[in-house]
């Protein structure tokens, strides 16, 4: 087992309620933390989250010709560092949602 | 190069006079102070905005442009402060200040510091108004 913390910005902390949590997990994927292990701790607002995260269609994640799930103007730091979803965790990561940042108008 | 994301901005004054010092080949600075404004895009009276950042990677981020305007401008130096929490209507949220020799490259970077520091910079906003909230973001 590894064990990796993991930090929500913006919507995502008022969504679920918490700015970090860790995660004690075996080296699975960004996708499977994303899509399976996150929702499974926050359950009431598993689907609030997948529809924030994940593009969608008629509630279902949609998938890409890869297999992945698509994720939805997200960013995705590892250590500071931008990983896609077939990332495997490690021990000690620090995982960052980013949600598009906000800037205002021109 | 002084990058700086608190709850509390400096005295502009103080980071102008800062900025000065560092060099005498400095003939102009260019200072962006953004605030908040009391009516929203949608019209509602405002009556706070929330920013929240992802610090360390924020100054790392701004640290980067900075130096990619250094290297395409040629400016001299740059300060960024940026505040987090709440800043009520007419609060100063962002200083800006661009030295460089001559105004043409201080003006240049400047517009392209603060595009970048709106869609490349983690820090988040949040928008209160009379009617509700909602997080601001560029889609």
């Given amino acids: 087992m590894i064990r990796v913390k993991v930090k929500y910005f913006g919507r995502l902390h008022e969504l679920l309620g918490v700015r ?37 269609i008629r509630g279902e994640v949609a998938i890409d010709k890869n297999g992945m799930p698509m994720l939805k103007n997200h960013v995705i730091l590892v250590k500071g560092k931008s990983q896609d979803l077939t990332y495997k965790l490690k021990d000690g990561d620090e995982i960052a949602i980013l949600p598009p940042v906000g800037g205002g108008t021109k | 190069m002084k990058i700086r994301i608190s709850e509390k901005l400096d005295d502009l004054n103080t980071l102008l006079e800062e900025i000065k010092k560092g060099s005498n080949e400095i003939g102009s600075v260019i200072i ?6 009391g009516i929203s895009n949608e019209g509602e009276k405002v009556l706070r905005l929330e920013y929240e950042a992802y610090e360390e990677v924020a100054v790392k981020t701004l640290r980067n442009i900075i130096a990619d305007l250094k ?12 505040k987090v929490g709440s800043a009520g209507v007419g609060e100063d949220t962002v200083y800006a200040l661009i030295a460089s020799k001559h105004r043409k490259e201080g003006f240049k970077s400047l517009i392209e510091l603060i595009e970048r520091l709106k869609h490349e910079v983690p820090i988040w906003k949040k928008e209160i108004t009379e009617k509700g909230s909602r997080w601001i973001e560029n889609i």
């Fill in chain 1, 20 to 56: 970090e949590e860790e995660y004690e997990v075996d080296e699975i994927t960004l996708a499977d933390l994303l899509l399976n292990y996150i929702p499974s701790r926050h359950e009431s607002s598993a689907n609030a989250w997948k529809e924030n995260i994940f593009v969608t």
């Fill in chain 2, 32 to 37: 962006f102070v953004g605030s908040v404004r």
């Fill in chain 2, 71 to 82: 290297n395409k401008y040629g400016i001299i130096d740059a300060i960024v402060e940026h």
